[in-house]
């Protein structure tokens, strides 16, 4: 099993920043890509971005340039540095550990997931 924990999440005014972080306990965390989701009211879980076991990393559109995600393989370890937030950036933010060492977009190619962290930037 793996078990993630996501902290980090507030409230923050548009254009501000967060850094969001995800703990990893449970299995080699440096051998699996690792994901953000994000879920806003009444929409659909969408992804963020993913990194590779050897720190190959894919956006989506829509955070290109703003966000940035890390690991930490010493810390088991994830994060993700939000820049330039904008009101639709509000959504619940949500770590994920895929099954194999290259992540993808689609959520089921991940196979644990964290609780969520709420993101709310107001404008």
Request: net charge positive; charged share 15%.
């Amino acid at each position: 099993q793996v078990q993630l924990v996501e902290s980090g999440g507030g409230l923050v005014q548009a254009g501000g920043s967060l850094r969001l972080s995800c703990a990893a306990s449970g299995r080699t965390f440096s051998r699996y890509a690792m994901g953000w989701f994000r879920q806003a009211p009444g929409k659909e879980r969408e992804f963020v971005v993913s990194i590779s076991w050897s720190n190959s990393t894919y956006y989506a559109h829509s955070v290109k340039g703003r966000f940035t995600i890390s690991r930490d393989n010493a810390k088991n370890a994830v994060y993700l540095q939000m820049n330039s937030l904008k009101p639709e950036d509000t959504a619940v933010y949500y770590c994920a550990a895929h099954v194999s060492g290259w992540g993808g977009p689609h959520s089921y190619e991940y196979a644990y997931w964290g609780q969520g962290t709420q993101v709310t930037v107001s404008s």
